[in-house]
């Protein structure tokens, strides 16, 4: 099997975390990104909880908080009415905290699989920099930070959100038995797309649970762009991933994934009558996840990396899109 990026220190992006490190003085993790302004800030004790809460990539929260934003947007077409701007505000401060909240958990349950693999062995947990008692009272703290804003929607929206916590419960465990583990994460992490459509109208419909399946396959397909970095080091700590399992077929899996979410979003937003401006950022989206597939590469971690983080652009561009429809008002 060909290493995903020899040696493994290319997924670290040294120019990136040694920028970091010189800068703060904190320990810069290998997926870090260069701007680390909360650590200039924080004090030094704080620094491996921000580090839990993966403060140090934002990445992960976007991610987290772009399916909400699609989906209070095509609500918002449906109804025909304006952007629910304190709705997207609230978002955005639920997906940081809960972002945080569920990669302390998992760092919490993948501790000793984490010290087994070069790109986490330096993670707080799995270094040894935080205690699993620290790390639950940290969790803990966080959680009530997202019923804090969880509890400003109507009912609907607290019920959905409640619901999201039984495939963020399964995901750190799905590796040790299954090959995708990324379907769970992507179950997990697509669920804004449930969240969205209920804060503005207070119900489901079809066009949200449409928009919830290609955010999972999205979510799918970026994570096996994203677990290239581990190929080698999965396999020896025997835990799986769809980057393993499509094996030398990676970029046509990757493109089918990407092809099926682009599917799905499409037959959401006809299901919501969108306009053209939302039919262009969907097809700015698709054209972005496209250019990623035929970029990827299974020997390349730093380019795996860059098309993961790559996503965020891409999730802009639809919301872009949908959000230029309701502005102008061309929802058909």
Same mark, same amino acid.
């Given at each position: 099997m060909r290493r995903a990026a020899p040696p493994r220190a290319p997924a670290r992006e040294p120019s990136s975390a040694s920028a970091s490190s010189a800068s703060t003085g904190f320990e810069a993790l290998p997926d870090s990104v260069e701007s680390q302004f909360l650590f200039r800030w924080a004090p030094p004790r704080f620094h491996p909880f921000l580090q839990l809460a993966r403060l140090d990539r934002p990445i992960g929260w976007w991610l987290l908080l772009l399916p909400c934003w699609w989906s209070s947007a095509l609500a918002s077409i449906s109804q025909r009415a304006p952007l629910h701007w304190r709705d997207l505000a609230l978002f955005f401060a639920g997906a940081v905290v809960m972002r945080g909240a569920g990669s302390t958990y998992n760092d919490i349950a993948d501790r /000793?699989?984490?010290? /087994?693999?070069? %790109?986490? /062995?330096? %993670?707080?947990?799995?270094?040894?920099? +935080?205690? +699993?008692?620290?790390?639950? #009272? #940290?969790?803990? @703290?966080?959680?009530?930070?997202?019923?804090?804003?969880?509890? =400003?929607? =109507?009912? +609907?929206?607290?019920?959905?959100?409640? $619901?999201?916590?039984? @495939? +963020?419960? *399964?995901?750190? !465990?799905?590796?040790?038995?299954?090959? !995708?583990?990324? $379907?769970?994460?992507?179950? $997990?992490?697509?669920?804004?797309? *449930?969240?969205g459509w209920p804060a503005v109208t207070g119900s489901l419909a079809l066009a949200p649970v449409l928009l919830y399946l290609g955010a999972v396959f999205w979510t799918i397909g970026y994570d096996t762009i994203y677990a290239v970095q581990d190929i080698e080091d999965d396999a020896l700590a025997g835990i799986g991933s769809s980057a393993l399992f499509f094996g030398p077929h990676l970029r046509r899996g990757v493109a089918g994934l990407y092809a099926a979410s682009a599917i799905f979003m499409e037959a959401a937003l006809a299901s919501a009558h969108t306009g053209l401006l939302a039919q262009a950022g969907l097809f700015l989206f698709a054209l972005h996840l496209a250019w990623q597939a035929l970029r990827l590469d299974p020997a390349d971690g730093v380019m795996a990396l860059r098309l993961f983080r790559s996503n965020r652009n891409?999730?802009?561009? *639809? !919301?872009?899109?949908?959000? $230029?429809?309701?502005?102008?008002?061309?929802?058909?």
């Amino acid at each position: 099997m060909r290493r995903a990026a020899p040696p493994r220190a290319p997924a670290r992006e040294p120019s990136s975390a040694s920028a970091s490190s010189a800068s703060t003085g904190f320990e810069a993790l290998p997926d870090s990104v260069e701007s680390q302004f909360l650590f200039r800030w924080a004090p030094p004790r704080f620094h491996p909880f921000l580090q839990l809460a993966r403060l140090d990539r934002p990445i992960g929260w976007w991610l987290l908080l772009l399916p909400c934003w699609w989906s209070s947007a095509l609500a918002s077409i449906s109804q025909r009415a304006p952007l629910h701007w304190r709705d997207l505000a609230l978002f955005f401060a639920g997906a940081v905290v809960m972002r945080g909240a569920g990669s302390t958990y998992n760092d919490i349950a993948d501790r /000793k699989i984490d010290a /087994k693999v070069a %790109r986490t /062995k330096g %993670r707080p947990l799995a270094s040894g920099r +935080v205690g +699993v008692k620290g790390a639950l #009272f #940290f969790l803990a @703290a966080q959680c009530l930070g997202g019923l804090a804003v969880l509890l =400003n929607f =109507n009912a +609907v929206t607290i019920a959905m959100g409640f $619901a999201s916590l039984g @495939a +963020v419960a *399964l995901y750190p !465990f799905m590796k040790r038995v299954t090959s !995708f583990p990324q $379907a769970v994460l992507g179950m $997990a992490f697509a669920w804004g797309a *449930l969240v969205g459509w209920p804060a503005v109208t207070g119900s489901l419909a079809l066009a949200p649970v449409l928009l919830y399946l290609g955010a999972v396959f999205w979510t799918i397909g970026y994570d096996t762009i994203y677990a290239v970095q581990d190929i080698e080091d999965d396999a020896l700590a025997g835990i799986g991933s769809s980057a393993l399992f499509f094996g030398p077929h990676l970029r046509r899996g990757v493109a089918g994934l990407y092809a099926a979410s682009a599917i799905f979003m499409e037959a959401a937003l006809a299901s919501a009558h969108t306009g053209l401006l939302a039919q262009a950022g969907l097809f700015l989206f698709a054209l972005h996840l496209a250019w990623q597939a035929l970029r990827l590469d299974p020997a390349d971690g730093v380019m795996a990396l860059r098309l993961f983080r790559s996503n965020r652009n891409a999730g802009l561009l *639809l !919301f872009g899109g949908l959000a $230029a429809d309701v502005l102008s008002g061309t929802a058909l």
